[in-house]
C-alpha cells in the first residue's frame, strides 16, 4: 500500500506571476481556515467509510459556501422581537444552489443548512472517461427562473469541462452572477474556468498537483460521487 510521507515543513516557493495572472487568481479564493483543512484531511484519508464521508462533504459545504457568500450585498430591514423593534439586515439576492449529479448532492444539502430558502436546482453531467467531454442528461430547471446569483457544486474541479458547460446552461436560463463551490480543484481545471468563464469566482477548499492520464485529480481523494454513495468497489461497507 501507498504510505505519504510525512513533511516537516513546507516546501517550495511560490513562483513569481504575471500581471494578467494575478487579475486571474483574484477570482480563485483558496481556502485557510484550519478546520477546512483538518475536515479535507479526513475526507482524503482511504480510510474514511462512505458514511463519515458523506458528513464531511457535507460540513465542508456548510464551510466553503460561508466563505463564498462573505460579499454578498445586503439591505437594510427590521425585526420584531419579544422585546421591541431591531434593525436587521437580510440578503438582497435570490441565491440558487446548483449541484451537477450525482457528486454535488452532499455538497448541496449542507449549504441548504446555511441558506435554507435557497433555490436548489439539479443539473446531470457525466464525462465521458474516453473523450474527458460533458455530457448533458438531466435539467431540472424552473420555467420563470427568480434566481440572481446560482451557487454552482462540484465537489472536484478536474478538467473544467463539466464545470464550463455547467455555467453556460445556467447563464441560459437567465443566471447571471455565478460562484462555483469545489473542494479540490486541479490546475488545468482552474486555468480552463478562468479562460472560458473569467466572470466566475472559485471557491475551493485546495489546489491539487495535476491531473492524472485518466483526467482525475492527484493526490485528490479518488472518485467523490463513489465514495459518497458506496458504488465503487472498494467502498468500506458502512
Not at 484531511?41 to 462573505?70: I, N, W
Request: glycine share 8%.
Amino acid at each position: 500500500m501507498f504510505r505519504c510521507r510525512k513533511l516537516s515543513r513546507i516546501q517550495g516557493a511560490p513562483a513569481a506571476v504575471t500581471r494578467e495572472e494575478e487579475e486571474d487568481v483574484s477570482k480563485v479564493v483558496v481556502s485557510s481556515h484550519p478546520i477546512v483543512h483538518h475536515k479535507l484531511a479526513e475526507l482524503r484519508d482511504l480510510r474514511t467509510g462512505p458514511a463519515e464521508f458523506r458528513r464531511l462533504v457535507r460540513a465542508l459545504g456548510v464551510l466553503l459556501a460561508q466563505e463564498a457568500t462573505a460579499d454578498l450585498p445586503t439591505i437594510a430591514s427590521e425585526v420584531t422581537t419579544p422585546l421591541g423593534c431591531a434593525a436587521a439586515r437580510k440578503l438582497a439576492d435570490i441565491v440558487g444552489i446548483v449541484p451537477i449529479l450525482r457528486a454535488g448532492l452532499g455538497m448541496a444539502e449542507g449549504i441548504l443548512d446555511l441558506l435554507s430558502e435557497a433555490e436548489v436546482w439539479h443539473l446531470g453531467l457525466f464525462r465521458d472517461e474516453a473523450t474527458l467531454r460533458p455530457t448533458e442528461y438531466y435539467n431540472k430547471f424552473p420555467s420563470r427562473p427568480r434566481v440572481t446569483l446560482a451557487l454552482l457544486v462540484d465537489p472536484m474541479l478536474a478538467t473544467g469541462g463539466s464545470a464550463v458547460r455547467a455555467c453556460e446552461i445556467i447563464k441560459d436560463a437567465g443566471v447571471k452572477r455565478l460562484k462555483l463551490l469545489s473542494l479540490i480543484a486541479a490546475p488545468e481545471g482552474i486555468a480552463r474556468m478562468t479562460e472560458r468563464m473569467p466572470d466566475v469566482s472559485i471557491h475551493v477548499c485546495a489546489i491539487d498537483e495535476r491531473l492524472t492520464e485518466a483526467g482525475f485529480i492527484h493526490p485528490g481523494l479518488g472518485d467523490a460521487g463513489d465514495r459518497q454513495f458506496a458504488t465503487s468497489a472498494e467502498s468500506t461497507r458502512e
